[in-house]
C-alpha cells in the first residue's frame, strides 16, 4: 500500500496474522479492531503491519505497511512511525535500530515449561533480552507471565504493566452447527494439536459416561496428533474422540454453547483465551493448574487434581453430577464479562499518548 507522506503516530504489529486459526491471529484480529473503534482517540494516525493477504483487512489506510520476509534484515520504515507496537514477543520483525519508541507485548514464557534443550532456552532469552532492552514500554497479558519475566529477565529497572486480553465472542457472528457430525452429548476443547496442549489427558474424561470427545484445532505436531488417538485406542473410548481439525468462528460458538463440559489442560499458557469464551456462554470449565489458568479462569472453574486416568474419569463425574444450576451459569457469565476488548484497548492507546507525549 501507499504509505503517506505524513509520520504516523501508532503502528500495530499484526505480521503474525500470517497464520490463521492462532490465539495470536485473534489477539491482533480482536485489538486492532478495538484500536480502531475507539473514538476517544480517533484524531491519532493509527497504521497496521500487515501480511498481505490480509492487506485490507482494517480497511484501506495510507498508514499501513505490507510484511516482507526481507524486513527480518532491515525494518527502515519503521521511522515514519512515532510508536510501533510489537505484538509478540519472538517476532523475527521488530526494529531494533529504530529510534521510534517501542512497545511490547509478552504472552509467555512458554519455553521455561516445554522441556526444551538448555541452548534453544537461552536463545529465547537472548532474544527477548534484546527486545526488553530496546523497548519503552512492556506488556504483558497476566500476573503470572509478570512474575516469570521479573524471575528471568533483567529488566534493567523497567516496569511492567498486565493488561488482560479481552473476550474474543462476536455477538454478530449467529452459531452454526458444524459439517461433522455431532449427534451424541459432548465435552468440547480447542487449541493448536501440540504437547503443551495437553490433549491427550481428555479421552479418559469419556470413561464413565456416554459423552463423546470434541477436539478442534491446527495440527502442528502428528506425533502429538497419534498420541491423543493411541491413548483413546488403549482407554476404549476411541470411537467417541474426534479431533476435527480447524472449525469457523460460528461452528466454534456452536460448540461452545452446546458442549456439557469446555475441557482445557494445558500445560503453558499466558492467559487462555479459550477459557474466557466458554466462560461467556455460562459454560462449566475444568482447567489445569498450570501457569495462567488459575488467574484467568479463577473461583468458578474447576481445576484437574492431577492427570492419571482414574483421576481425570473421577473428577469428570463429580462436576458433571454438580454444574446443573442457573445461578451458576449466570456467575460464570459475570466473571467473564471484566475481560472486555474495548477496556483492553483503553489501556494501550493511554501507553501509545505517553509515550507520543515524551
Avoid at 492462532?22 to 494516525?45: D, E, I, K, V
Avoid at 534443550?117 to 532492552?133: G, R
Avoid at 479481552?166 to 459432548?186: A, D, L, M
Avoid at 487449541?191 to 459416561?209: E, R
Wanted: hydrophobic content about 35%; glycine content about 4%; overall charge neutral.
Amino acid at each position: 500500500m501507499n504509505q503517506s507522506n505524513k509520520k504516523a503516530d501508532v503502528i500495530f504489529d499484526c505480521e503474525r496474522m500470517r497464520h490463521a486459526h492462532t490465539g495470536l491471529y485473534h489477539f491482533c484480529l480482536q485489538l486492532g479492531n478495538a484500536l480502531m473503534l475507539n473514538r476517544n482517540h480517533s484524531n491519532h494516525r493509527l497504521g497496521f503491519y500487515l501480511p498481505s493477504k490480509e492487506a485490507s483487512l482494517f480497511g484501506e489506510n495510507p498508514y499501513n505497511k505490507s510484511h516482507s520476509s526481507l524486513h527480518k534484515y532491515a525494518m527502515p520504515f519503521a521511522n515514519k512511525y512515532s510508536v510501533w507496537h510489537g505484538t509478540y514477543q519472538d517476532s523475527n520483525y521488530f526494529p531494533l535500530r529504530s529510534s521510534t519508541k517501542k512497545v511490547l507485548t509478552v504472552h509467555d514464557l512458554n519455553f521455561l515449561h516445554e522441556n526444551k534443550p538448555a541452548d534453544k532456552i537461552a536463545k529465547y532469552i537472548k532474544n527477548l533480552q534484546d527486545k526488553i532492552d530496546r523497548t519503552d514500554r512492556i506488556v504483558t497479558i497476566s500476573n503470572f507471565v509478570k512474575k516469570e519475566i521479573e524471575e528471568t529477565m533483567n529488566l534493567r529497572g523497567k516496569e511492567i504493566q498486565v493488561i488482560y486480553n479481552g473476550c474474543n465472542i462476536n455477538e454478530h457472528i449467529r452459531p452454526i452447527k458444524p459439517q461433522f457430525s455431532v449427534e451424541n452429548p459432548f465435552l468440547f476443547s480447542i487449541g493448536t494439536i501440540a504437547p503443551k496442549k495437553n490433549f491427550h489427558v481428555l479421552p479418559a474424561m469419556l470413561l464413565d459416561n456416554d459423552l463423546d470427545l470434541i477436539i478442534a484445532g491446527t495440527m502442528f505436531h502428528k506425533e502429538y496428533h497419534q498420541k491423543v488417538l493411541s491413548e483413546s485406542k488403549r482407554l476404549g473410548v476411541h470411537n467417541r474422540v474426534h479431533l476435527t481439525g480447524p472449525i469457523t468462528e460460528a461452528e466454534k460458538y456452536w460448540l461452545l454453547k452446546n458442549c456439557d463440559l469446555f475441557c482445557f489442560p494445558s500445560l503453558a499458557e499466558g492467559f487462555g483465551l479459550p477459557v474466557i469464551e466458554a466462560m461467556h456462554f455460562g459454560k462449566n470449565v475444568v482447567l489445569s493448574d498450570s501457569t495462567s489458568l488459575p488467574e484467568i479462569g479463577g473461583p468458578h472453574a474447576h481445576y484437574f487434581d492431577g492427570f492419571d486416568p482414574d483421576q481425570v474419569s473421577m473428577l469428570t463425574t463429580k462436576i458433571l453430577e454438580s454444574i446443573d444450576t442457573q445461578a451458576e451459569s449466570q456467575q460464570i457469565k459475570a466473571w467473564a464479562q471484566q475481560f472486555n476488548w474495548r477496556n483492553t484497548a483503553e489501556e494501550y492507546w493511554q501507553i501509545y499518548k505517553e509515550l507520543l507525549q515524551d
